[in-house]
């Protein structure tokens, strides 16, 4: 199975704060690379999908980048609404795809 | 608008049985693929198994293969997932999730439900 790292596990940040988020796959993936978004109690929300792509709806500040093992996930101006858990998911190896652990954006 | 809603969780004992439902609504469910993704209590996501549009391919996680099984129902709108054999690690939030692209199983779940608590425990 194709692992994917996230770097850091958890950051504290201030609102207005550029933040980025590291996932690393185990083996390229090509651009196949998804990002979630999960507030406390709340349904894990698309953000991004093959790496760079927004979903419908999704704020301007967030963008995503990388191609092979390396991605990033960058939130351009920190919100008090953005204070949540981020996944990446790879979707290349279908028909079985894996998440990261999680990376808990917290505010300092 | 896009609605998923899950039922049929609950306490159960190890070794027993569950079938959990999806309802949908606000897409035309015949032609998207469906997924179920677990959370353990917190812990990350795990995704457990996908079915395609027409019902004709399920693939599912090692984690489960061979204990569950996903169907659909494109008469009724609705997404289930069969669970035999329950154990205590298969105790999560079970979440039903729509495929983005239409007709294909690509792996990338966009709307999802909000989610129904399995509980295995003696």
């Known amino acids: 199975d194709i692992q994917m790292t996230q770097s850091p596990s958890s950051l504290s940040a201030s609102v207005g704060d550029r933040v980025t988020i590291t996932c690393r796959a185990s083996q390229s993936i090509s651009t196949s690379l998804n990002w979630y978004q999960q507030k406390p109690g709340q349904v894990p929300k698309l953000l991004i999908y093959?790496?760079?792509a927004l979903h419908i709806g999704v704020p301007s500040r967030f963008s995503g980048s990388g191609s092979g093992t390396d991605f990033t996930l960058t939130i351009s101006s920190l919100q008090p609404e953005d204070f949540a858990t981020y996944y990446c998911q790879q979707s290349y190896s279908a028909p079985t795809w894996t998440f990261g652990q999680g990376t808990k954006v917290e505010i300092k | 608008q896009v609605q998923l809603v899950e039922s049929g969780g609950g306490v159960v004992q190890p070794g027993s049985s569950l079938r959990l439902s999806c309802a949908t609504s606000g897409f035309n469910f015949r032609i998207y693929g469906l997924h179920w993704v677990r959370q353990a209590p917190g812990k990350g996501l795990e995704w457990v198994a996908v079915?395609?549009?027409?019902?004709?391919?399920?693939y599912y996680a090692d984690s489960v293969k061979g204990r569950c099984t996903i169907s659909r129902d494109n008469s009724k709108n609705t997404l289930y997932l069969e669970m035999n054999s329950l154990r205590s690690e298969d105790t999560a939030v079970y979440f039903c999730?729509?495929?983005?692209?239409?007709?294909?199983?690509?792996?990338?779940?966009?709307?999802w439900g909000q989610g129904a608590l399995v509980t295995v425990s003696s």
């Open positions: 999730a729509k495929e983005n692209i239409a007709v294909m199983v690509a792996g990338t779940p966009d709307y």
């Open positions: 093959g790496a760079s």
């Open positions: 079915i395609s549009y027409d019902g004709s391919n399920k």
